[in-house]
C-alpha cells in the first residue's frame, strides 16, 4: 500500500508508547533490512543463521521475476485437463495456501485445490475419494525436503497413481529449497516441474515464495496483485518512514507491551471473508514469539463473549474488510475498549490486501522478537516432538508394537490419563472435572486433536471448545494434529509455562498403508500424538489425555461433563 492509501487508520490509539520508542532507539527497522543479527541475539554462531533466514524482505520484488513462470504453469495444468490439486504440505508449506483456498475460495474454471497437511487416515482416505487421479496434480510441498508426513503422503499418492496405470511423473510437482532430498527426488522420478525456492526464508516466512504464490496462481489469483500490495506494505516499513507512520514497528510495539503487562492473548476478531487468516498468523507469531519461556498466544474462531467476561490478558486485533457489514463487528470492538480492552483495528480494501498483511506481520513479528530479547527465526522446540515420534516407529518396526502405556481410567469407552501423575483415582467425570478446574488466571487451554476434521467432528469439538471457555473463562485453541506440531506446539514447550493441554486421539475407522515402510498412517499419526505427550511432559506441563472410540459421541459426552 502506498503512504496515499494506507490501511493503517492513521488515528490509532498508541496504547503503549515505551516500546515503540524503544524500537526507535535501537534503531531496529533500519536494522532489520540490514540484516544486522545483532538486533536479536549476540551469540556470532546464532547470528550467522539469522542472516541466513530473512530473504522474506526483498521478496515483494524479487518474486515478481518468477510471476511469467507461473502463469505459464497455470497454462500448461489447464491444458492437462486438471481438475483437483492436492497440496502436501505441512506448517508454513501449508497454511498460507489454505488461508488463500479459504478465503478466496475455489473459483469456476480453475481447479479445486485440497491441502492435506495430516497424517490422518480417514481424512486422506476422503480426499482420495473426491479426486479423479487422472485429472489430479499432487503438489509435495517440503522446505527440508525430508519432512515425515510429506514424504509419507507422497509414497502414499505416487503409488495409488501406479495401481491405476498412471505415469505418476506428470502428475507431481515439487517446492523445495535447493539441493533438498525432494529435489533430488523430483529429478530422479521426473516431476512434471520443479520450483525452488530461496533458502534463506524460513517455512513460517515463505507466504509470498512458490509455497504460497503457486497454489494461488493455481487457485486463479492475480499474483502479481498480491506482491504488489505487499510492496506497498514494504515500502510503508522502510527505515525512512517516521515510526509513527510505520505499521509494523507500532504493530509490533502494541504486541509486546501486551506481553509485558500480561496481554499475551492475542485475539484476532475479523469480517467473515477474512476468517481463515488466523491459522497462518497463529503460526508465524506463535512459532516465532514461542520460546525462552515467553510468547504472543493468538487466538482466533473464538465464540463473542461479553467484554466483561474477558480476563485481563487479552489484546483484541480486529481485521476488516472494506464493502462488509460490519457495524456489529464496530460496536463489539467499541465495547470491548470501554472495558479497558486494547483494540487494535486494521483495515483491508479488498482479499488482495492479504498480501499487505502478509508482510506487515512478518516484520511486526521480527521486531517484537527483537524487544522480547528472543530470536524469532528459529524453532527449537520443535524437533523434539520429530525426534520423539521416530524413536517411537523405530521401536514398532522392530517390535511390531505401538508401546503406549494402559488408561489410568477407561469408563464409557473413554482412556483418560493425566500427565502430571503416575496414579489417578475416582470416575472419569471426576478427573475431568479437576483437570479443567486447574486452569489459573492468565493459562490458556490447548485442545490437539488427533481426529479426522469432518464436518460433523468439527462441530463437537467446537462444542467442546465453546463449552470450556463458557465454564472456565480461559483462552481456549483448538488444533489438529500434526499440523499444529509446526505451529502453536513451539509455543507449547517453549512459551511460558502457563498452557493447560488436553490431548484427544481416537480409533481409526479406515486403514492406510505407507508403502515402503513398515507402518502406516494411523501408526504414523499415534506416534506423533505419544511423541508430543512426552515432549510435553519432560517440559513440566500440565495436560490429560483422552482416548475416544466413538469420536462425535464421546466429545459429547465430555462436552456434558463439564459442570
Given amino acids: 500500500m502506498s503512504k496515499k492509501t494506507s490501511q493503517v487508520p492513521a488515528k490509532t490509539v498508541l496504547h503503549f508508547r515505551p516500546e515503540q520508542q524503544d524500537l526507535v532507539e535501537m534503531n531496529a527497522v533500519a536494522r532489520v533490512w540490514g540484516k544486522d543479527a545483532s538486533l536479536w541475539k549476540a551469540d556470532p554462531a546464532v547470528q550467522r543463521t539469522i542472516r541466513q533466514r530473512l530473504g522474506w524482505l526483498t521478496l515483494p520484488v524479487s518474486m515478481k521475476e518468477s510471476v511469467t513462470e507461473m502463469n505459464d504453469f497455470l497454462g500448461d495444468v489447464r491444458k492437462f485437463g486438471v481438475q483437483d490439486v492436492v497440496l502436501l504440505g505441512m506448517g508454513g508449506s501449508s497454511l498460507c495456501p489454505e488461508v488463500l483456498r ?28 473426491k479426486t479423479t487421479l487422472k485429472k489430479t496434480l499432487f503438489l509435495v510441498a517440503s522446505k527440508s525436503g525430508d519432512t515425515i508426513e510429506v514424504t509419507s503422503l507422497f509414497r502414499y499418492f505416487w503409488d495409488e497413481c501406479e495401481k491405476e496405470g498412471l505415469t505418476p511423473s506428470q502428475q507431481f510437482i515439487a517446492i523445495t529449497d535447493p539441493g533438498t532430498p525432494l529435489e533430488t527426488l523430483a529429478k530422479d522420478r521426473g516431476f512434471r516441474k520443479i520450483f525452488v525456492t530461496p533458502t534463506d526464508v524460513g517455512d513460517r516466512f515463505s507466504a509470498l515464495t512458490f509455497f504460497g504464490l503457486v497454489p494461488g496462481v493455481l487457485l486463479g489469483l492475480d499474483v502479481k496483485k498480491i506482491l504488489d500490495r505487499a510492496e506497498r506494505m514494504a515500502d510503508l516499513c522502510a527505515p525512512d518512514v517516521p515510526p509513527e507512520d510505520n505499521p509494523a514497528l507500532r504493530l509490533a510495539a502494541w504486541w509486546v507491551a501486551g506481553v509485558e503487562t500480561g496481554r499475551d492473548k492475542m485475539t484476532l476478531v475479523t469480517s467473515p471473508k477474512l476468517s481463515g487468516f488466523g491459522l497462518w498468523a497463529e503460526q508465524l507469531v506463535a512459532e516465532s514469539t514461542g520460546k525462552e519461556g515467553t510468547g504472543i498466544l493468538p487466538v482466533h474462531s473464538e465464540k463473542p463473549r461479553s467484554p466483561s467476561k474477558y480476563p485481563k490478558d487479552r489484546l483484541f486485533i480486529c481485521l476488516t474488510l472494506k464493502g462488509d457489514k460490519n457495524t456489529l463487528l464496530e460496536q463489539r470492538m467499541t465495547a470491548l475498549e470501554k472495558e479497558g480492552h486494547p483494540v487494535w483495528r486494521i483495515f483491508l480494501d479488498d482479499l488482495y490486501d492479504l498480501g499487505a498483511e502478509f508482510f506487515r506481520w512478518e516484520m511486526a513479528t521480527a521486531l517484537a522478537g527483537s524487544l522480547m530479547g528472543i530470536n524469532p527465526f528459529d524453532e527449537p522446540n520443535v524437533s523434539e516432538t520429530k525426534n520423539n515420534t521416530l524413536k517411537i516407529l523405530a521401536n514398532f518396526e522392530k517390535t511390531g508394537i505401538l508401546s503406549e502405556p494402559q488408561p489410568m481410567i477407561n469408563e464409557k469407552g473413554i482412556g483418560f490419563w493425566d500427565f502430571t501423575k503416575t496414579k489417578i483415582s475416582g470416575t472419569l467425570d471426576r478427573n475431568w472435572g479437576h483437570a479443567l478446574s486447574s486452569g489459573k488466571r492468565g493459562d490458556y487451554i490447548a485442545l490437539m486433536a488427533y481426529t479426522p476434521s469432518r464436518p460433523d467432528i468439527q462441530r463437537a469439538l467446537e462444542k467442546l471448545k465453546d463449552k470450556i471457555e463458557a465454564v472456565t473463562g480461559l483462552a481456549v485453541t483448538l488444533g489438529y494434529g500434526p499440523r499444529f506440531l509446526h505451529s502453536t506446539g513451539q509455543l507449547h514447550k517453549g512459551g511460558g509455562a502457563n498452557g493447560l493441554f488436553i490431548q484427544i486421539t481416537t480409533d481409526d475407522s479406515v486403514v492406510l498403508e505407507i508403502p515402503k515402510v513398515s507402518y502406516g498412517f494411523s501408526a504414523l499419526k499415534r506416534a506423533q500424538a505419544l511423541g508430543d505427550v512426552e515432549a510435553l511432559k519432560n517440559h513440566h506441563r500440565r ?3 483422552v482416548h475416544l472410540t466413538n469420536t462425535v459421541k464421546d466429545l459429547g459426552t465430555l462436552t456434558r461433563m463439564i459442570q
Fill in 102 to 129: 479459504l478465503v478466496f475460495g475455489n473459483k469456476s474454471g480453475f481447479p479445486r485445490l485440497h491441502v492435506l497437511d495430516t497424517t490422518d487416515p480417514m481424512t486422506i482416505a476422503d480426499v482420495r475419494k
Fill in 543 to 545: 495436560g490429560v489425555r
